[in-house]
């Protein structure tokens, strides 16, 4: 059989499987242009988006307020390095500081770099403020977490899958059980700096911690002069029904990381929020990024934050998740084990013995729904924030024809 032979969607894998780096393994659906909570396939199909990037399409795809800006900005000034002063970068902290009620942001491209971003602050924080001796500072995390994909942070990994193969690692990390308050106490030291946590442990498989949790956290950081810092990267910007998931036990990071939807799917763009003590420790040369904090990726996070507010995302989330996540719970399928989720955030997990979560995906792709498994035995449901009633209904209707 030659390539003329074939679908486009079977040549373009094809080629892909050929030349590119074989360090994912996507579904099978070769996808060309998007609006809203949809996207359509190279051959015409439409689907519905229940993965928003990974939470980084909060906003839906191609929102048209976000590319408006986008390409005026564009026709403008796109990049000037942080060797120059930029109009745009002043106006995105002041909007995204208020908005976040945070005292400082340092503006990155990817969250794995606003993760590196962080463990650099602690640690300079920890000797310069906290008197830690030189090169012994420790950072807690939580097990099954997950930070990104850089040396630094696999090396912190409990996932034999992320970190094997990626040694040597870097030390000052300390592991305790995600969820559990009283490991993390007993786990404090008198050269700990920091704790990293997620509020809600996505790859994992939204993961929720027990009630109380965070709450607990933030006093032991608090009375043992540690930094907290929460990884709000997926649980940001609305995707829980708040504006952020550390809202849910009203408390306030030390550091907190956003990203993905940060830009509403248009251009890498992250941040680290903070209060001034902690990000005053960094000076001229110390940290910095080229891209970082550049006008297009300034004029696109300030109105993917606009669009957020103004057309009431955040308050979407909370109600139409609340209404997915009974309906999907409320499903007769023996091959269910439970349903969890917080807003748009949800995951349905089934018993190790029902055939694995990648067939369940690949029968919903088959009925125009796109979503994709986790740990092997869990589906992630996260569509964009914009999601109606009648398309959470929807959803609920293809879940319960392919769960029993």
Not at 118 to 127: N, T
Not at 255 to 265: E, I, R, W
């Amino acid at each position: 059989m030659n390539d003329i032979s074939l679908t486009r969607a079977a040549r373009l894998i094809a080629s892909e499987a050929r030349f590119g780096a074989r360090n994912y393994k996507p579904l099978d659906v070769v996808l060309t242009r998007g609006e809203g909570v949809y996207v359509w396939d190279v051959d015409g199909r439409r689907y519905m988006d229940c993965l928003s990037a990974y939470s980084a399409v909060n906003q839906g795809h191609c929102h048209p307020r976000i590319l408006a800006a986008m390409t005026a900005q564009a026709g403008r000034l796109t990049l000037t390095s942080r060797a120059f002063r930029n109009d745009q970068l002043a106006p995105f902290y002041e909007e995204l500081c208020t908005l976040t009620n945070s005292h400082k942001a340092l503006p990155m491209n990817s969250g794995a770099e606003a993760v590196e971003t962080a463990l650099k602050v602690a640690r300079k924080w920890g000797y310069e403020v906290k008197g830690v001796p030189d090169g012994a500072a420790e950072i807690i995390v939580a097990s099954e977490n997950f930070h990104g994909r850089t040396v630094a942070i696999v090396g912190f990994s409990t996932d034999p899958q992320s970190r094997g193969g990626f040694g040597p690692f870097a030390p000052g990390f300390r592991t305790v059980p995600f969820g559990d308050a009283d490991a993390l106490e007993a786990a404090i030291g008198p050269n700990t700096v920091a704790f990293l946590v997620e509020p809600i442990q996505g790859e994992a498989g939204v993961i929720i911690p027990p009630a109380g949790y965070l709450k607990r956290v933030r006093e032991l950081c608090t009375a043992h002069n540690v930094i907290l810092i929460l990884d709000e990267i997926q649980t940001g910007l609305g995707r829980t029904g708040r504006l952020l998931a550390e809202e849910h036990e009203g408390i306030e990071a030390d550091l907190t990381l956003v990203g993905k939807a940060l830009s509403g799917g248009f251009y890498p763009v992250s941040a680290v929020l903070s209060n001034t003590e902690v990000m005053d420790v960094l000076h001229p040369g110390e940290h910095g990024s080229t891209f970082g904090g550049n006008p297009l990726a300034c004029a696109v996070a300030r109105m993917a934050l606009k669009v957020l507010v103004e057309e009431s995302m955040v308050e979407n989330a909370a109600r139409v998740g609340a209404r997915l996540q009974a309906d999907l719970a409320a499903i007769s399928a023996p091959r269910v084990k439970q349903v969890r989720g917080r807003g748009l955030m949800i995951a349905v997990e089934l018993h190790a013995d029902a055939g694995g979560a990648r067939r369940v995906c690949e029968a919903l792709q088959a009925r125009g729904l796109l979503a994709k498994e986790t740990h092997e035995h869990t589906i992630r449901i996260a569509p964009p924030l914009i999601l109606t009633d009648a398309q959470a209904d929807w959803i609920t209707e293809q879940f319960a024809a392919v769960l029993p």
